[in-house]
């Protein structure tokens, strides 16, 4: 029996999340409101789950009403509801550590749950999914380099299937993609930062390596301007800025100009337009070592666009795996063809839900 066929239990071990609700008689509160709770609400609707609660952080309770339902705060939801007599279903987003670290002191009160769905688009990662998929998932997961990657990968499937706190917090790995360059002996020098936001990617290279050259792309007015503060701070570094959006042609596109880190082509809401550039039309007659692609639904349309420069160049890449469905192996299926004989690396530091999942390609040529 091949190492593929031995590991496939670990995609399906457990019930969808949706399954296991219909089937569990509590209460269910659900913790947040806004895009998050919007979508819960929508699914849960769909199926017929009825909502008992909404609550929130006591510094955010106001009395504020959410869809018919007052706000309450956690305090007051934890004297109503005795441990284990409800289920929490989490609809916000955060990486903070005391956020993370207070989700764990309620995940020991109430079964609590964290619902999976995806930025860009609708859907669920659900069993009928990872079965119409099965075959490209297995193929993705293959090409990870480290037996590391590999069970990362396949913990972050079944946490989105099943909503599962402690598998949520499971499917971490303390190594960062600059970890992994560093521990495989690459030091990039001139990089290219698609999905700027305000340079704080920028910056986390520029405190480990010595970057020469840096080109930033940022499409959102408002995250552009703070970007621009990057110039002058570091007098031995050329910088470029870009106010656009790297896609896979030249021109111009509906855009949501939310003026956050979300801002993108693909959220859904559109607000404004932006240009649109390719990263090979960026990098016509030179070339970078490094390329971070974290641009919020476009990832796939990016990568099109860069794939003379990925291959004339062998870059080392970050690339983000968790806008859409289909990410996590459609992306770094598309990216073996441009980029042959590379190490792939899974990645995602700890938040909820199953965002920051990050692909770290590094050239066999460059590693030591």
Known sequence: MSAITEDLPDFYTGSDLFDALRKIDLPILCYGTGNGADKLFAELAARRIPVADVFVSDDFARGQLYRGYKVRAYSDVAAAYPPASAVVLIAFGSARPEVVDALTGIAERYPLFVPDFPVCEKGLFDTPFVRAHEK?????????????????????????????????????????????????????????????????????????????????????PRNFRKLLAMSGQFPALSIEFCNAAVSDDVGEAPFDASGNRNAGLFTGKTTAKTRTVTVDMLYRGRDADYLKFDVEGAERAALIGARELIKRARPAITLALYHRLEDLFSLPLLLSKYAPRYRFFLTRKRSFPLWDIDLAAIPEEKCK
């Not at 993705?140 to 380099?145: G, I, Q, V």
């Not at 037996?147 to 499917?171: P, W, Y």
């Not at 990039?188 to 970057?211: H, N, Q, W």
């Open 136 to 220: 490209e998932l297995l193929a993705a997961r293959e090409l990870f380099y480290d037996e590391g990657s590999r069970k990362l990968f396949n913990r972050i499937v079944r946490a989105k299937r099943t909503g599962d706190f402690s598998l949520l917090l499971a499917a971490t790995r303390r190594e960062t993609p600059l970890d992994l360059m560093e521990k495989n002996g690459f030091s990039p020098r001139k990089m290219g930062d698609f999905g700027a936001y305000d340079g704080d990617s920028a910056r986390e290279v520029l405190s480990r390596f010595p970057l020469s050259e840096l080109l930033a792309v940022e499409p959102d």
